[in-house]
C-alpha cells in the first residue's frame, strides 16, 4: 500500500543498458516500508521546480524492488521524454549520478496480463517495456502468444526472460515522437490463435486509439480479457496528457 509520504532515496548506479533506455538503481532506508508485490507498477519522480515550492511528477514502471538490499530499478527512456513537455525525466536519467537525491511517491497498481487464457497478446512501445519485460517473466513455462515492442533503434533490443512460445516481434521506429502507425500496423500482422486471449497493451495515445479498436471491434475482445492504456501522446506534457486520457475514457465508456 502506497503511503502519503514521499519516500526519500538516493541513486546508487545509473546504467545505460541501451542507446535510448537507462537503468536507474535507487536505494535508502525508506524502502523499508515500501510495499513487495508491485513489480510492473509505477511510481512517481518528484523533481523541484527552481525558486519555486512546486514539483513535477512523472510517471515511471518499476522493473525491480528488493526488501532484502532496499533497492528499486526503473528503466526511463532518454529520447526526449517520447516527445514530452521539456522532458526533466530524461533529462535526469542522462544526467543522475551515484549519490544523487530524488523523491518518489507511490507504488500505484496497474492491471497486469490475466493468466486465466489460453493465449497472450502483448503490445507496447519503449515506455511499456518495463512493464511488458516484467510480465513476460510471470507467464507459465507453457504459455503460448506474441509480444510486439516497438523500439527506436535495433540496439534497444533487450534479451528478456520468457516462455518459448511466446513469439516477440521487434519493431524499429526511429522517429517515435511523430504521427505513425508502426506499433498498430505491426500487431496487425500477428495471426489470432484460436481459444481466449489475454491482451496487455500500452503505447502513445494515438495507436492506443487504434490498437483499442482493432482488438475491440475487429477482434471482438471482451472487457475483460484486454487491458489497453496510453502512456504518453505526441506534443504533451504527462499533466495534459492525464486530462485527455480521462476525457478519452470517459467517452469510451459511454459508447
Known amino acids: 500500500m502506497s ?3 514521499p519516500y526519500r532515496l538516493t ?13 536507474i538503481t535507487l536505494q535508502g532506508k525508506d524502502l523499508a516500508e515500501f510495499p513487495t508485490g508491485y513489480e510492473g507498477s509505477y ?10 515550492a512546486k514539483v513535477i511528477m512523472r510517471t515511471y514502471t518499476i522493473r525491480k524492488f528488493s526488501l532484502h538490499d532496499l533497492s528499486l530499478d526503473i528503466d526511463l527512456v532518454l529520447h526526449g521524454e517520447q516527445g514530452n513537455d521539456s522532458g526533466p525525466a530524461s533529462s535526469w ?6 549519490g544523487d537525491s530524488i523523491q518518489i511517491l507511490g507504488p500505484g497498481r ?24 516484467y510480465q513476460l517473466e510471470q507467464l507459465p513455462a507453457d504459455a503460448k502468444g506474441h509480444a510486439v515492442i516497438e523500439i527506436n ?11 518459448e512460445g511466446i513469439n516477440i516481434l521487434w519493431v524499429i521506429n526511429s522517429h517515435p515522437d511523430t504521427n505513425n502507425t508502426v506499433l498498430s500496423d505491426a500487431v496487425k500482422t500477428r495471426p489470432w490463435l484460436p481459444g481466449i486471449p489475454s491482451i496487455w497493451a500500452a503505447c502513445e495515445f494515438s495507436n492506443m ?19 489497453i492504456s ?17 476525457q478519452d475514457a470517459m467517452a469510451e465508456d459511454s459508447n
Open 153 to 163: 533503434s535495433e540496439q534497444d533490443q533487450q534479451s528478456l526472460k520468457k516462455p
Open 230 to 246: 496510453s502512456y504518453w501522446k505526441m506534443g504533451q506534457s504527462e499533466d495534459k496528457h492525464k486530462v485527455i486520457k480521462k
Open 11 to 23: 541513486v546508487n548506479q545509473s546504467q545505460r543498458i541501451s542507446p535510448n533506455m537507462q537503468r
Open 110 to 133: 496497474v492491471k497486469i496480463v490475466s493468466l486465466e487464457a489460453d493465449w497472450f497478446f502483448f503490445a507496447g512501445d519503449m515506455t511499456a517495456l518495463p512493464a511488458i519485460s
Open 209 to 227: 486509439r487504434l490498437l483499442r479498436t482493432y482488438f475491440k471491434k475487429d477482434k471482438q475482445v471482451s472487457r475483460d480479457q484486454l487491458y
Open 93 to 98: 536519467a542522462a544526467m543522475t549520478k551515484p
Open 43 to 52: 511510481i512517481k519522480l518528484l523533481f523541484p521546480v527552481e525558486k519555486t
Open 3 to 5: 503511503r502519503d509520504l
